[in-house]
């Protein structure tokens, strides 16, 4: 199977690092248009000349936007007026105590999380359901199935994604639209990465001792015992993205290394 996407345009929300990157950089060796979004137009303008580095011939460009609030989706939209692949990826975690999580990281959370896609999904699935060809993937987590008690808020908002996603796909009946949910487990992002080295800081040891007992300790379930990399996410994002994902829709699809112990 070789997945050409040219023809199409793609918008990856929080793509200038991390797991939306290397969707982004992954779409575009598909042949799609991508357009990167982030929130500050300097990061979003250098992520856009790298990755036209990166890849020859991609077709790149960029959108500063903040996608939790309404202006930012709205600006975005009002930039980007049609999508064929919209992927909702733009996410933020943080361990706290459920008795220290004051109102505002509820909501934040859920505003950062959840509502951007909500509205994305809102703007841009109608013209996918006139066009009869559409791709929406939700970048969950396997959070959304096994609630992490240090990240009860968190493992909320990952949770209503999945309830988003299978609600939109029953809005696609009888199109040839998708949506999708992915559920990566831990994965070695920017974000991560900042974790585990303050892990390491505050334990006193490597990155590599941090990230691997983070594993053995918090998660270990997982049969790959090891955090996965940002591309190994990407690659499960970008075939649910393809023409060839014709017949997935309304699922939500580990790629969280099977520490998921349940067969469905
Ligand atoms: P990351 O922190 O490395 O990157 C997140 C990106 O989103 C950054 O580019 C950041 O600038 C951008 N961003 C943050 N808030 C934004 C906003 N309001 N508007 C626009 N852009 C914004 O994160 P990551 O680890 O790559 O996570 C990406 C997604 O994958 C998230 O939804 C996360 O919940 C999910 N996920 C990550 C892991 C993991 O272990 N890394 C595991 C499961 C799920």
Redesign the pocket.
């Known amino acids: 199977m070789k997945i050409d996407l040219s023809g199409t345009t793609a918008l990856v ?10 969707i982004a950089k992954g779409l575009a060796a598909t042949g799609a248009r991508v357009i990167v ?3 500050t137009q300097s ?1 979003v303008e250098e992520v856009v000349a790298a990755l036209r580095k990166a890849v020859s011939g991609a077709m790149i460009e960029g959108v500063a ?5 309404a202006e ?1 989706c709205a600006a975005l939209v009002k930039a980007v007026p049609d999508v064929d692949i919209l992927i ?6 943080e361990p706290k105590e459920f008795f220290d999580i004051p109102d505002e990281d509820w909501l934040r959370f859920f505003n ?2 959840v509502m ?1 896609g909500i509205r994305l999904s809102r703007a841009y699935m109608p013209g996918m359901l006139k066009r009869n060809w559409g791709r929406i993937v939700f ?5 959304a199935i096994m609630i992490p008690k240090e990240m009860i808020h ?1 493992g909320m ?2 949770t209503a994604q999945l309830a988003i996603s299978r609600g939109l796909a029953e809005l696609t009946r009888g199109t040839a639209v998708t949506v999708n949910a992915v ?11 900042t974790f585990v080295k303050d892990l390491a800081k505050q334990n006193g040891q490597s990155v590599e001792t941090a990230a691997a007992n983070f594993i053995k300790e918090h998660r270990p379930s997982s049969l790959i015992q090891r ?2 990399h ?1 591309d190994e ?1 990407a690659n499960m994002v970008v075939y649910v993205a393809s023409r060839e994902a014709s017949v997935t829709n309304g699922a939500a699809l580990r790629a ?1 290394g099977g520490l998921v112990q349940t067969i469905a």
């Open positions: 929300t929080g793509s200038t690092s991390g797991i939306g990157h290397a979004n982030g929130r990061k936007a903040d996608v939790s609030t930012g909702n990826n733009t996410g933020i975690f950062v999380n951007s970048i969950a987590s396997e959070s968190y908002t990952k559920m990566p487990g831990p994965t070695m992002s920017e974000g991560v990465e955090f996965a940002v996410i969280e």
